[in-house]
């Protein structure tokens, strides 16, 4: 065996680049998909943890004026365990400039939340327990004074009695209008109930928050609460939190969907690669069978080929991984998400997925030396093995005869290595449906949020009120809330805009054509619709939270909404429908941002440029790592078809020199050495461009939130980036094959074989 | 009309200076027969390489026509060989992908006068075999595409390097004469390389090597007919 092991070191430096394209594979492979990986699983590590050390609650019970006698009623309910009441109100720092969002609760039986600095969580004080990133952002620590304004506009001093995270606030953006967490704008705190009512004048508690598994089923809560009850929210509802799932789990799939081609692509050219190591090897298989190893001997010695080499890359790249695609990654679900703290944790399915590698070479470096083993040692080792699969005779009248030279060898080489053909194909083909996917997502954040903030909304500013009393100047009201929708089939909770008169809002259809607001019925995002069945003219029922009627709609039309994702309707519709227009915010185009923030009434402002910041906010984080994807997919196919120019390369390289001494010209024997790779590219380029296309659709699609729609339309000058860097790469390993053909030494060549 | 110049050819391996050719000349009248003879590594396949223009000299000077092949530059050199030279080895080196004809037809089409592709195939007795593919041909008959794919582009010299060495002797004695025949008729100087003896008695002029240098160099006077001669 020790010899062989030394065979083995020995065949590694002659089979160099198949060696290493089974390594780089196997490496990249790892690396992106446990790059990932470990971010996800250290994500939901990390938030499983605090959800049940916090003891977090499974259900939010909304509904006006809550008792201690209404807790007692629910503790009392099937299926609840604990229970905590909960007040909140949203009070602005005293220099104006955030806001913070302050709570109180009546125990921390269920929902209590991480102490990061600080001595002990006290349910009594004087004290806040502030948001670690809001207090980090603003220089503040345990023991200094905040400073907040009561409801009566009075400024409040209360020391920071430590620094604390809760799983109710992963992602916390602080104000309807804004996309991402902004730490310097929002922050949370908890404080006893004696500090709430100095802030607030009063503590009526508004939330129950609830452990236990408890099924949905109003009746019982209207039984308790009367007219009082509002909603129940159970945990995957409440946005705050559940995001942190839904970023996961977007970032699963993505990682998944993009691994898996790639995964395949590697395992594609990883198989042939061992193939080729060991059909190779005949020779030497012959003569050891010669000299009397065993069988078993030698399908152990070409199995450990497929063992370590793809062992080693695939730690490296787990290695790699780490410190390049996790770190970017990480970085991006920074911006979006508020985690205690960011843990790095390699996936089960990383050593899978290494182990899943391994299998593969080791099974096509065994099969391939079995199939050698065949044969009688003598047929073995005068090559005889290689029953060539070419027709016995070509036909006077057949059509090949009128083809030139090049093109007849071309086309009989690829029929007798069809595996290797496809091979090809598929490589060219997957690196082109990899890059159009990695600068698609890139084209399809920014069409969409182009097409939000241009088309849809065409407002300078959009304002939150305070109360829907105020009235200003120049502007349209709107009135946005969360409703329930319900078809025959589904009850799903979603989100109902109505407006005032005015022009700041468009609605398209399908073809981009402009719609009006109708008087009667409302209109419907499309992506909603679609997910729930409904079609122009459908009946649909809506219910506004704190009222307990269903109300009837009518859909006059789908619309190209791509987010807020719900109803339109317009105010006179809504009233027409039998429900009340409230008046939560407004748009407008005079006076600027300082202009409304000022005004008491108003909660907060923000430009629709900011709003279209926060996107590319999100959109450059999210290229951080569709780079990264870009960048593996294109060494990717420079392995692939690098590998299966020198496999064709290594295979004919003795007709190579016998036309270079027959007389050949260089260019003569370059054009039929790349017709194959040519013609490989040109078929895998065009089905590229095609499954491109249908793969970014289903990417995007499988990657979006339910509550805003992708457009999946990629820019050409995507399609022409990915063209051109595959031809490129294709180019590039023609050339490289030109150049070992010039440098073919005739004389060894020939006498080589012998 | 051939001349070698002293020639020498020497190659490194490591620290050792190997002398393949060592300083040898010679001449050649065009139109005849010539073997090159000697034992294994005697330097006749490194001497038909450097004439063939598939290696270069380490020093010294080769003459075909009074031209200075070892003067020309790697894109002169491919035309000497596609206008001049046709190689005949004895692995044959057939593509395997293609048949028979389109074998000497892809060599055909590298010169302007070809000779014509079915009238060579039938000189060689392959008109029945000319749309197989090489894998379902035999060794003789193999042999025979490589002389007819040679052939076809009408050099000045034919160089052969074994072209028996893997053929039986009956075969062997098929391919000499047909060697003989068709180098004859197109008036082509044919000069075959081989460590077997008997050759020399078939051929105008005998020059044997050993450890690269030339031992004797002799004008056979009286040929024999190759079916004279006894292997
Ligand atoms: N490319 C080369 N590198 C080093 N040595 C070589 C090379 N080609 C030939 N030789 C050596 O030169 C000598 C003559 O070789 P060759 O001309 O092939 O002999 P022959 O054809 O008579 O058997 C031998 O010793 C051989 O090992
Ligand atoms: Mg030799």
Known sequence: ????????????????????????????????????????????????????????????????????????????????????????????????????????????????????????????????????DYASEHNLKTGDILKIDNIAGECIEIEISGLVHSPEYFYFTGAVTETVPNYEKYGYG???????????????????????????????????????????????????????????????????????????????????????????????????????????????HYASYGIFVPLLGGILGLIIGRFTVSKALMKVKQTTLYLPEWKLIHSPYSFVLIA????????????????????????????????????????????????????????????????????????????????????????????SNEFVFSKQFTYDIKGILKNSDVELEDVQYLYETAIELQTADEIKQTSLSSFEAGEFYNFYDNKENKIGLPDKGALISRHLADEMGITAGDNIKIRIPGRNEWINIYIQNTVKMLSPQGLFISKTALENAGAAFKRTGFVTDSHDANYYSDISGVKNVITR??????????????????????????????????????????????????????????????????????????????????????????????????????????????YVIASVIIIGVSLLVNLLLAHKIRKIVMVEALKSVE | MIEFKNVKKYYKMGNNIIKAVDDISFKIEDGKCTVILGPSGSGKSTTLNLLGGMDTVTDGMIFLDGEDITKLNEKELEDYRRKKIGFVFQFYNLIQQLTVRENVGITADMVTESLDIDEILDGVGLKERKNLFPQNLSGGELQRVAIARALVKKPRVLLCDEPTGALDSETGKLILKLLKKVSKENNISLIIVTHNASLEKIADKVIRLKDGRIVSDVINENPLEIDEVVW
């Open chain 1, 356 to 447: 899943g590698i391994m299998i593969c070479c080791v099974f096509a470096s065994v099969m391939a030396a079995k199939k050698v083993l065949k044969g009688n040692p003598v047929e073995i080792m005068r090559g005889n093995t290689n029953n060539s699969k070419m027709k016995k005779e070509v036909k006077e009248t057949s059509l090949i005869n009128h083809f030139p030279y090049g093109l007849r060898l071309a086309f009989r080489n690829i029929a007798q290595n069809k595996i290797r053909f496809i091979m090809g194909i598929v490589g060219v083909m997957g690196g082109m449906v990899l890059i159009i996917a990695g600068f698609g997502v890139k084209d399809a954040i920014n069409s």
């Open chain 1, 190 to 300: 908890f404080v006893s109930n004696q500090t709430f009512e100095k802030l607030c004048m009063q503590l009526n508690y508004t939330t129950a928050k609830v452990k236990g598994n408890y099924i949905s089923e109003t009746g019982d809560f209207e039984e308790i609460f009367g007219e009082r009850f509002i909603c129940v929210q159970d945990r995957g509802d409440f946005a705050q939190y559940s995001r942190s799932e839904k970023e996961s789990s977007q970032m699963k799939k993505m990682a998944t969907l993009f691994s898996a081609v790639f995964i395949l692509l590697s395992l594609l050219t990883m198989y042939t690669s061992m193939v080729r190591l060991v059909d190779r090897q005949k020779e030497a298989i012959g003569t050891m069978k010669g000299l009397g190893v065993k069988t078993k001997q030698i399908l152990i």
């Open chain 1, 1 to 132: 065996m020790k010899y062989l092991n030394i065979k083995m070191l020995r065949d590694m430096k002659q089979n160099f680049t198949q060696f290493i394209a089974v390594f780089l594979m196997a490496a990249i492979s790892v690396l992106i998909f446990s790059g990932m990986a470990s971010v996800w699983t250290g994500l939901n590590k990390v938030v499983s943890d605090e959800v049940s050390d916090t003891n977090m609650a499974d259900y939010y019970i909304k509904a006006l004026g809550i008792t201690g006698e209404d807790k007692e009623k629910l503790l009392k309910t099937d299926g609840i365990d604990k229970v905590s009441l909960s007040a909140e109100y949203t009070f602005s720092a005293s220099d104006g400039q955030s806001e913070i969002n302050i709570t109180t609760v009546d125990s921390y039986d269920v929902s209590s939340f991480t102490l990061l600095k600080g001595k002990e969580l006290l349910l009594e004080g004087q004290g806040i327990y502030l948001d670690s």
């Open chain 1, 609 to 718: 440029s900011e709003q279209l910041e926060n996107t590319e906010l999100v959109a450059d984080s999210v290229m951080s790592i569709v780079k990264l994807l870009i960048m593996a997919s294109v060494l990717l196919s420079v392995v692939i078809l690098y590998n299966l120019g020198i496999l064709n390369y290594v295979e004919r390289v003795r007709e190579y020199s016998t036309m270079k001494v027959l007389g050949f010209y260089q260019r003569e024997i370059r054009s039929i050495a790349i017709l194959e790779c040519v013609i490989t590219t040109i078929i895998g380029w065009v089905l590229g461009l095609i499954l491109g296309r249908i793969f970014l659709k289903v990417y995007i699609k499988i990657i979006s939130f339910d509550t805003f729609e992708w457009l999946s339309d990629a820019s050409i000058a995507t």
